[in-house]
């Protein structure tokens, strides 16, 4: 699989994602698709804070993909679904270092959406990842 970021001419760099991802599919690569993933552990208790959840939830991820003998570099297209703009952009620098922690740095096509509530009460923070990873 080769996969290169799509960079218009004129653009100003994303930080901490890309505008666009073309993947060149390959006999054998598989496309992985996760549904919405919570922060929460193996009990279903979710940490205090959205930084704290989001490192979970990019955990959570690293061992979906895991399964599919995938890993975070295989990422293309994150969608996040978020309770509050605020929190997100006042934790916005720890939530950068959770993610270098556990996905280095990776920079897949990504969208951040603000919802009033997501279906588990206390979740803070929603993420479905697309990936696609060789044979």
Request: no cysteine.
């Amino acid at each position: 699989m080769s996969m290169v970021h799509l960079q218009p001419a004129g653009w100003p760099r994303p930080k901490g994602y890309a505008n666009g991802v073309a993947v060149t599919i390959q006999p054998g690569d598989r496309l992985i698709v996760t549904a919405g993933v919570v922060g929460w552990d193996a009990e279903e208790r979710f940490p205090a804070g959205m930084t704290a959840q989001a490192e979970q939830a990019f955990r959570n991820i690293a061992a979906i993909l895991a399964e599919a003998s995938a890993g975070p570099h295989h990422i293309v297209r994150m969608t996040w679904y978020i309770t509050s703009r605020e929190a997100y952009l006042s934790e916005a620098r720890a939530i950068g270092e959770a993610w270098r922690a556990v996905f280095g740095k990776l920079f897949p096509a990504m969208a951040v959406v603000e919802v009033t509530a997501l279906m588990e009460a206390d979740a803070m923070i929603e993420i479905e990842a697309t990936a696609v990873a060789g044979a």
